[in-house]
């Protein structure tokens, strides 16, 4: 099969390598980094320039595959694309979209006899090397026509077509919205056991826990490496978390949908408070608990 791939970055790079690496597919690459494009060709991908040239190189009925930023980046260059390609050809979005988006520009799309895939997309760094987890949205005939690359970027049986377009990055949503739960449960639980009054070495912990514990995971796997890298008290890292928006559209079908969502709110607040965005809550509890109970009030540098 051959395939136009659109975004070289860490994910990107790494999906076309893999693609070439382990089957016989042809890969047309762009990227508006040279450098970027110039490491694909390295791997075997023929580099172009231009949106206009990678659509040039593909025979038809063409597929590209877009994996740049989310947002306006993402928009803008499927909205190029439709311009550029014809009847029967594929669009492929692979990043972290809106599902709602997906919803919308599949309409459109189809209005041209344009196909549109969403693939939800986790693995992150490590893709390459085990495999990405698909989840995938679209019409069955326009999934199929991509099942070639999707096995070649899964792991064994590591892709699913949930439905319609919207259905995969859906699924990827609330993927993400998990993710922040387990991520923040195994982060209070090993603070608890810094702060204790026991020399507890935490990747030891991480490690014996995925010996047959009921809270084995990669994550858990994660975390042994990083306690292992950065030491018990990971004074290099500042705690700031940062969020790729997916947990937030998460919480906001949950209302929609009437789902009691704690876990996945309290975790997402929780990132928020990293990045001093709840300092001023803080501050008037503070300011209320003097008031009240007339508690002392502890200053800020240079505030008398």
């Known amino acids: 099969m051959q395939i136009g791939f659109i975004g070289l970055g860490k994910m990107g790079g790494n999906m076309v390598h893999r693609i070439l690496r382990d089957s016989d597919h042809e890969v047309v690459a762009f990227d508006y980094n040279e450098e970027a494009v110039e490491t694909s060709e390295g791997h075997g991908a023929t580099g172009v320039r231009s949106l206009e040239d990678l659509v040039q190189g593909l025979g038809q009925p063409r597929t590209v595959w877009v994996m740049v930023p989310s947002g306006d980046p993402t928009e803008e260059t499927i909205a190029k694309l439709a311009e550029l390609l014809e009847a029967d050809d594929t669009i492929v979005d692979g990043g972290n979209t809106k599902w709602h988006d997906d919803v919308r520009r599949a309409s459109a799309l189809d209005e041209q006899g ?15 090397e085990i495999g990405y987890c698909m989840m995938v949205g679209g019409y069955g005939e326009s999934v199929r026509r991509l ?8 792991p064994p049986d590591g ?40 020399p507890i070495e935490l990747k030891e912990v991480a490690g014996l826990w995925n010996r047959g514990s009921v809270v084995r995971s990669w994550l858990c796997e994660l975390a042994e490496r990083a306690f292992t890298e950065e030491g018990n008290d990971l004074e290099a890292i500042k705690g700031h978390v940062s969020d790729s928006g997916e947990g937030r559209w998460a919480l906001v079908d949950s209302l929609d949908l009437d789902v009691p969502t704690p876990v996945m709110a309290a975790s997402l607040y929780a990132r928020f408070y990293s990045r001093d965005e709840g300092d001023y809550t803080h501050r008037v509890l503070a300011a209320l608990r003097g008031q ?9 540098a240079g505030a008398g």
């Open 292 to 300: 009240f109970g007339g508690h002392a009030i502890e200053r800020a």
């Open 159 to 198: 892709w699913r077509h949930f439905g319609d377009a919207g259905a995969g990055h859906f699924v990827k949503m609330v993927h993400n919205g998990v993710e922040y739960g387990i991520m923040q449960a195994y982060a209070e639980g090993f603070e608890l056991m810094y702060k204790s009054r026991f």
């Open 147 to 154: 099942a070639p690359i999707l096995d070649v970027l899964a």
């Open 114 to 128: 344009i196909h549109y895939v969403d693939v939800g997309t986790s693995g992150g760094v490590w893709g390459l």
